[in-house]
Each structure stands twice: as structure tokens, then as C-alpha cells.
């Protein structure tokens, strides 16, 4: 793989600065560009499922790691403002990754996702983003889930790099690695649409501890499916590195032009 050693590359997460995920992602960095031009900005805490949430009118922290790399008491969007109005402001990265997220971000998930939200604050910015996640089945314990995208990872993002580098659109992508691969690469990759649950991935549990007071956990639930099987949700979980174009364009048009017509 050809590689640009002066590729200046952003790299966040949502699951924190010291996720096994985000060392697999600087891995994968390393293959593209040098340990000088690559910048990683993460959240100090696990930020999952924070969403393009923003520590608005709030003060936090930012610790310097090093020349390269800070760890920030907030959220991924608050790296990414931090890193680009800051840190990069007079040298923007040419591409910023995201991830590599413990879990896969499929279908409603985007919505939710703060490792997604990362790469879409980048990409509204101007800087090419993807938002990378790993799927798992529960088998994982005791060896790295990582290793099947850190193999091939950076050939893929690096062909993304080669392709939209210099569009002027802003542009953001969610790539999915499945937890079983089902043939190698690159024949396992779909370029998929963003599915549609059946119905909702999240669910509330609730313990009545008195009359007024209630404890309360929200998780995923247990069993799923989509919609349509030619989506990102289906691809991904039958074994296929999955890569879908993503944007903050959420018009629905048909409902749009029916609203118009409305007599209020």
C-alpha cells in the first residue's frame, strides 16, 4: 500500500483515551503516515452513546499526554471542536478516524452513537471523516477483537483517502467490521445504506425501590432485526465489513411535500 507520510491524521473514539480500540486505530494510523503527524484527542471517560452531545457553556479539562496527543474531560464532538479550532486550527488533518468503537454502530445506532457524532462534527468542518466499529459475538474473551480490522483497516481507509480526499463535499462514512468475517479481504466488504430496525435496539429496566422512587437502566435488547436485507445491520452481522455514506441531511422529502400541504 502507498502511503503519505505527511497525511496529518486526528484520531478520537467515544469508549476513552485509553480503549484497547483507539491503540488498534493508531496502529492502523501508523501505516498511513509517521508518528508526528498523527494527533490523537479522546475523551478521558467512556462517552458511549452520547451522541453530537457538546459540553455546552461548560468548563472542562484538557490533559496534554504529549506533543500529540490530549485526553479531554468531554465529549467526542468536544474533541473534535477542540482539535480543530485549537490544536489543528492552522493546519487541519487531512482525514480523522474515529473509533475503533467496541461494538458495532448499525442502523438507528448512527443516531446515538459518539463515535459516529465524532466523524460527523468532522465532516461538517470540511475534514474527510469515517467513523470505524468493531462488531463482537461474545466470543472475544482472551484474545484481541482487533486484530481482523487492524489488518486491513488501513487499506481500506486509505482507499477512501485516495477517492474523496478532494471532494468539496463534506463527507462522513460508517464502516462496521463484523465479528466473523466471512471471506477476506476485500472481497468481505458491502457498501451498504444505513438499515432500519423492526424495532427499537434500546429498552428500560426499571426497579421499584418505594412508591416515588424508581432505579432505572436503560440497554440493548437481547434480539433484533432490520428491515430490508441489503443494509448495513444484515451485512454486517452475516460477516461483511460493511461502508455507508452518512449525513446531517434528515428531510424526509415525501413527508416534507405532505406537510406543505397541510391546512393549519
Known sequence: METLTSMRILITNDDGFNADG???????A????????????????????????????TEFHITKKSDNQYSVDGTPTDCIIFALDHLMKNKKP????????????????????????????????????????????????????????EKCCSKLCFSIYQNFSLSRKKIALNVNFPANPKKRYPDCIKITPIGRRYDSNFAINLHI???????????TVDKNSSSTPEDDYTNCLDGYITVSPISMHIIKE?????????QF
Open 22 to 28: 483507539i491503540k488498534s486505530l493508531k496502529k492502523v
Open 30 to 57: 501508523l501505516e498511513m503516515s509517521t508518528e508526528e503527524n498523527i494527533f490523537v484527542v479522546a475523551p478521558s471517560a467512556n462517552q458511549s452513546a452520547k451522541s453530537r452531545s457538546i459540553s455546552y457553556k
Open 94 to 149: 487531512d482525514l480523522i478516524l474515529s473509533g475503533i468503537n467496541w461494538g458495532y454502530n448499525l442502523a438507528e445506532d448512527v443516531f446515538y452513537s459518539g463515535t459516529v457524532a465524532a466523524a460527523m462534527e468532522g465532516a461538517d468542518r470540511g475534514v474527510l471523516s469515517i467513523a470505524l466499529s468493531q462488531a463482537y459475538s461474545g466470543a472475544e474473551r482472551g484474545f484481541n477483537p482487533f486484530l481482523f480490522a
Open 209 to 219: 425501590k418505594s412508591e416515588k422512587t424508581y432505579m432505572a437502566k436503560i440497554d
Open 254 to 262: 415525501r413527508n416534507f411535500r405532505k406537510l406543505k400541504k397541510v
